[in-house]
């Protein structure tokens, strides 16, 4: 008899379980977009209408919107003439493209600027953007990098040096630099002071602010002797002068030497 009831009791308890396990899942909310009404277990399921701004460009994007409600608003957009990152040579006149500015139904609006642009000394600049409505403010950078460049070297010098003139490295004091064979590259032009006017070119190489020139040689003054030279030297971060250490040697007879000088060349 004992045995008998357990046995009942223990089919109920089967048949609860089953009944519970098999009950239907899905989600059990009338106001959720994926509602069951056969649902009898609710599973966590639920998705709901989310009204809201879907646009990652405005100020207020709402990342859970799945229902754009037209109320997005956007501050001003800005666009920068020219390129957002510039380089400039040093010492050189430049002047900002500046920025315009727009509404997103494209009426104009005001762009001020803060710069911290330096363009007679060599560094990394930035000129600030901004532009404001009712929605709020928008900024953008412009990125100004001044370097000294094959163009920072060519034009006309004015030297002044300690190299011994004629019976010395004998350099002219007013060369003119022109760009060489390659960016890396420039041509000191009139190099030498002769008896009757300047003469020779001084091949150079160039890596930014450094400056290096190979040994050469040309005729001396007078023409009984050659000059022969090397040197090396920078530019200042200004761009208005560098100077050269040269190693020299001039094979005139009697009135020709050798040495270390400096030159100077300015602008």
Not at 43 to 64: A, E, F, K, R, W
Request: aromatic content about 10%; overall charge negative.
């Amino acid at each position: 008899m004992r045995r008998t009831k357990f046995y009942a009791i223990f089919a109920v308890l089967i048949c609860l379980i089953f009944s519970i396990s098999c009950r239907k899942k899905g989600c059990t909310d009338p106001a959720a977009t994926n509602y069951n009404p056969e649902a009898k277990k609710d599973d966590g399921s639920c998705n709901y209408d989310i009204m809201g701004c879907m646009d990652t460009l405005s100020v207020n994007y709402n990342p859970d919107a799945n229902i754009d409600d037209g109320s997005c608003v956007y501050t001003p957009f800005i666009t920068i003439n020219g390129a957002s990152d510039t380089t400039i040579s040093v010492a050189t006149t430049w002047t900002d493209p500046y920025a315009t500015a727009a509404n997103y139904d494209g009426s104009i609006v005001m762009v001020s600027d803060v710069s911290d642009v330096d363009a007679s000394q060599v560094g990394d600049y930035s000129i600030t953007y901004s532009a404001t409505n009712n929605n709020g403010t928008t900024t953008v950078v412009r990125t100004v990098h001044v370097v000294i460049n094959q163009d920072t070297w060519l034009g006309d010098w004015s030297v002044s040096d300690n190299c011994g003139g004629g019976t010395g490295l004998a350099l002219n004091g007013s060369p003119n630099v022109i760009a060489g064979g390659s960016s890396d590259q420039i041509l000191i032009t009139d190099f030498f002071n002769g008896i009757t006017g300047s003469y020779g070119t001084a091949i150079c190489q160039i890596d930014a602010e450094n400056i290096t020139i190979a040994s050469a040689s040309d005729g001396a003054p007078g023409g009984l002797g050659d000059i022969i030279y090397e040197g090396f030297g920078s530019m200042n971060s200004d761009g208005v002068s560098f100077t050269i250490t040269f190693t020299w040697q001039n094979t005139t007879p009697l009135t020709g030497g050798s040495g270390t000088c400096q030159a100077t060349y300015s602008r």
